[in-house]
């Protein structure tokens, strides 16, 4: 397997302020990997790293095979990297289907597919997205992200804030991407659901990565020591 997105010793700064120390990260083609770490560990600042929403001081970011330098955030979406930010940001006043219209690229995900895989979704097209609920704002922010039809999806707190019988959706719904074959990085605090669902966890602590295995080596005393359960 070859590495989709490979991050080595990426370091990051707010102003004067380092919030990356040095970050590894690796999804291999078709994997699902969980990026974990307690509050403020620098998972967010990870993606916007990924995303070049924020510029990496030091270290490498690679995907598919490729540097992508100093790309617009614009660009590296376009290169084929699908982000379903924290708080999910949908268009209010645009209708759903404006909504994932307005993301679309070429490919096999389009309106009726995001509508299969979130028949609430279809059944609102026309609806504005300011009258969803969370949980079906943030199925609608997952449609965004496909219809650029990306190579890797990245899901930031997947499921945070959101009643359990709509998280049990949105697990549902990433693990049937990940049996379509769609590489996937997320972040979300549900330890559980989160193991069921990866394939490889990588484990954050003040900034830099820790650990990293199978979900099978999350023992208590490493859950204990850096995720503080
Ligand atoms: P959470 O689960 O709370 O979202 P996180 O692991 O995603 O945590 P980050 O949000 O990446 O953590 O934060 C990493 C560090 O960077 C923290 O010390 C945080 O205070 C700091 N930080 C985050 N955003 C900013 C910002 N916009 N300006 C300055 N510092 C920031």
Redo the contacts with the bound molecule.
């Keep these: 397997m070859s590495a989709l997105l490979e991050l080595q010793g990426v370091t990051a700064f707010?102003?004067q302020?380092q919030?990356?120390f040095g970050v590894d990260l690796a999804v291999n083609d078709g994997e699902a990997v969980a990026l974990m770490?307690?509050?403020?560990?620098?998972?967010?600042?990870?993606?916007?790293a990924i995303m070049h929403m924020l510029r990496h001081a030091g270290g490498t970011i690679r995907f598919a095979g490729r540097d992508l330098g100093t790309q617009s955030s614009h660009r590296v979406a376009r290169a084929g990297i699908g982000l379903v930010p924290?708080g999910r940001r949908c268009f209010a006043p645009l209708t759903v289907e404006e909504n994932l219209l307005s993301a679309a690229r070429p490919g096999a995900w389009e309106i009726a597919t995001v509508a299969r895989l979130f028949p609430r979704l279809g059944e609102r097209l026309g609806q504005k997205a300011a009258l969803l609920s969370g949980g079906e704002q943030q199925m609608l922010a997952i449609g965004r992200a496909l219809m650029t039809n990306p190579r890797l999806l990245i899901l930031?707190?997947a499921t945070e804030g959101l009643a359990p019988v709509v998280r049990h959706e949105i697990w549902a719904a990433i693990r049937d991407l990940k049996a379509q074959g769609l590489s996937i990085l997320v972040?979300d605090?549900s330890l559980r659901e989160l193991a069921s669902a990866v394939d490889r966890c990588f484990v954050?602590e003040k900034?830099a990565t820790v650990w990293s295995g199978s979900p099978d080596g999350l023992t208590e005393d490493i859950t204990a020591r850096y995720l503080g359960v």
Excluded: F, H, P, Q
């Design positions: 707010y102003g302020s919030a990356l770490g307690r509050n403020g560990m620098g998972k967010t600042t990870t993606i916007r924290e930031d707190e972040v605090k954050l900034g």
